[in-house]
């Protein structure tokens, strides 16, 4: 069975810095792209970014580009997502999900709060 | 980059009755290569992650009961309950993952009448 479980979330201050990780299991990590997809309260879904299964290349919504930093360690199966310079704004809930052409398996997210 | 546009954003159907859902995407997500559309159907209740519903804008995933499918191609979709259920009641998303930004649509809340 595929399980995703991220970890990391909390309350940070405007302008700190926060990193979330991602534990995957049951599947083969390393075949598969990887992604962080975001969810503000009461909002919808907003992808974030994604990283191939070497590393080799990674991609990033235009509002986090600069900020955040997608990577992986496929040794320990796992997915991180770093994030400085936070806002307001990117307070929500973090789901770390495998990508395939089937669509997207999610993690059960962690809450991140932007707050002073 | 492509964006997502879902409607109506909130429908209220009568139990077992269909419910349609609409998701129009500014550029074709047909993968020419294998003539898939890179489009997917999530349900996500309350305190809950999105579920995986359909993928390839048709295929339902294992385990989604039949009353649920999609339809549509190149930029006009459609996601059909055939009779609706109360566990049905949920916020549903269309999401195009043929290039990045990945984009989803703002969602449509679906309410028993």
């Known amino acids: 069975e595929v399980q995703l479980v991220e970890s990391g979330g909390g309350l940070v201050q405007p302008g700190g810095s926060l990193r979330l990780s991602c534990a995957a299991s049951?599947?083969?990590?390393?075949?598969?792209?990887m992604n962080w997809v975001r969810q503000a309260p009461g909002k919808g879904l907003e992808w974030v970014a994604n990283?191939?299964?070497?590393?080799?290349?990674?991609y990033y919504v235009d509002s986090v580009k600069g900020r955040f930093t997608i990577s992986r360690d496929n040794a320990k199966n796992s997915l991180y997502l770093q994030m400085n310079s936070l806002r307001a704004e990117d307070t929500a809930v973090y789901y770390c999900?495998?990508?395939?052409?089937?669509?997207?398996?999610w993690g059960q997210g962690t809450l991140v709060t932007v707050s002073s | 980059d492509i964006v997502m546009t879902q409607s109506p954003d909130f429908l209220a159907v009568s139990l077992g009755e269909r419910a349609t859902i609409n998701c129009k995407s500014s550029q074709s997500v047909l993968y020419s290569s294998n003539n898939k559309n890179y489009l997917a159907w999530y349900q996500q209740k309350p305190g809950q992650p999105p579920k995986l519903l359909i993928y390839?804008?048709?295929t339902r995933e294992s385990g989604v009961p039949d009353r649920f499918s999609g339809s549509g191609s190149g930029t006009d979709f459609t996601l059909t309950i055939s009779s609706l259920q109360a566990e049905d009641v949920a916020v549903y998303y269309c999401?195009?993952?043929?290039?990045?930004?990945?984009?989803f649509g703002q969602g449509t809340k679906l309410e028993i009448k």
């Open positions: 049951g599947f083969t990590f390393s075949s598969y792209w």
């Open positions: 990283i191939k299964q070497d590393g080799s290349e990674k």
């Open positions: 390839w804008a048709s």
């Open positions: 999401q195009q993952y043929y290039t990045t930004p990945y984009a």
């Open positions: 999900a495998r990508e395939h052409s089937y669509g997207f398996v």
